[in-house]
């Protein structure tokens, strides 16, 4: 079979890939754990400085990549320079940190000298989704392969042009043959892989059924696991609000990567108070944003990844409406031959209605009206979910009370939900287990080993 790389924004195929035959699997797996001695032998100070030559691959070839992420799933150029960035800027985090994050620990007790070391645990298989492409891959990365694990990708189909990049990154940085491959397979031959005794531990970040499968086959095989799974996250407006800086973040919140982020603000909890000059002010903002060719600059929404994406929205909207939601702006795909949705708003959403309930991956916000802020903690709450969450207030003592009360892994003030390397990120409930990123992520595949001496 070949992984075809279609353009979202017009639907022509660029290129296809051809997926690893039986023996190029076999080679990239043997690769990885052949390396993997060598790799934990050396000193993190190497390990870092090669992290640190990846950044510098990454700023030097940032237009190219930006450009390749764009035309393979749609994100508007601007917002794909600045993945790049991130990345860069990942990759020095860690370089920075990770000798102090793995530095031997002493621990006084009954020994004479007692310690906790941080030791890798060999191959990591990371699965990954196509909405950030290369995010996604160097966040675990990074931290992974400083820490002395080697690295196997198994990307998103839909991104095999990414997917292929991200090995070449590593390899013009001078990481050692096998440090990190990225396996041209299907979704079918991940099971295979992780039950492979080659791997010792899978992270995937993406649909929750998927992140089922991996749990039970990492499961079955006593391996270490990380889930990242989707979002519906919470953002609660409470009649003391500064609206014009909370819907101004709310579009970026929303509509930022076309709405397709684990992370983004997907309800919107309003107390009724403000909730009229909330959506006015929000609709105003929603019906400014320019769709278009993704690689112009100007372009703040492009067209989603896949038109089976889109389609899958549209009928979660349209089941919503026959629900009993009310459409503010939007509601509909555009026409053309893009996977283009508008920029959509649904208003009266309640409990009993789709976008109440599920996760709508795209752009599409849903506004759920509550009395008060007792009610908009138990409906923020209401949810399988549990990866992110806001609270706007101008009392922030206030809205740290709040934060602190909503299920989630992130929960944020005045602010958008957004990963940074220096601070711990994942969820809870059905959003997954484990951390990524700052010293959690670092320590989530590495074993911490007590050694006491008399």
Known sequence: MDFKSVNPANGELMTAVAAFTAGELESALQQAAQAAPYWREQAVEERCRLMRQAAKVLRARAEELARMMTLEMGKPISEARAEIEKCALGCEYYAAAGPAFLADEEVGSDAGRSLVTYQPLGTVLAVMPWNFPFWQVFRFAAPALIAGNTGLLKHASNVPQCAQAVESVFVEAGFPAGVFRTLMIPSSQVEAVIQDPRVQAVTLTGSEPAGRQVAATAGAQIKKSLLELGGSDPFIVLEDADLDWTVAQALLSRFMNTGQSCIAAKRFIVVEAVAEAFIARFKVAVEALRSGDPLDDATQLGPMARFDLRDEL??????SLSQGAVAVTGCNHEGGSGAYYQASILDHVK???CAYSEELFG?????IRVADEDEALRVANDTDFGLGGSVWTQDTARGER???QLQCGCAFVNGMVKSD???PFGGI???????ELSKQGIHEFVNAKTIWIR
């Open 351 to 353: 409990a009993g209605v």
């Open 429 to 435: 409930k059905h959003s997954g287990y484990g951390r």
């Open 314 to 319: 549209h009928q979660q909207v349209v089941e």
């Open 363 to 367: 752009p599409v916000a849903s506004i």
């Open 402 to 404: 709040i934060a602190r």
């Open 421 to 423: 390397p220096r601070l």
